[in-house]
């Protein structure tokens, strides 16, 4: 972790993401107080939306709802 101050980071922006990209993480201290944290992005966080994500399966023991539906339809 590094920290930068403001000043620094305007005048340094290119290197500073270059070891972004290395992995580092920055702070941005602007006036003595963190203004920003610079970190790259997590492995987890891909360009696919959520909704297209593989997603957990849920399974419950007994017979399915539809099956369920369906055999009661049948005796009516």
Excluded at 23 to 46: F, L
Excluded at 48 to 57: C, E, M, N, V
Aim: glycine share 6%; net charge positive.
């Amino acid at each position: 972790m590094k920290n930068v101050t403001f000043t620094e980071f305007r005048k340094q922006a290119s290197s500073l993401f270059n070891d972004v990209e290395k992995g580092e993480i920055i702070h941005v201290i602007r006036h003595g107080k963190p203004i920003a944290e610079i970190s790259p992005i997590s492995k987890n966080n891909s360009d696919t939306p959520s909704w297209k994500r593989p997603a957990l399966k849920l399974v419950t023991k007994g017979a399915g709802l539809s099956k369920a539906i369906l055999e009661e339809r049948n005796f009516t």
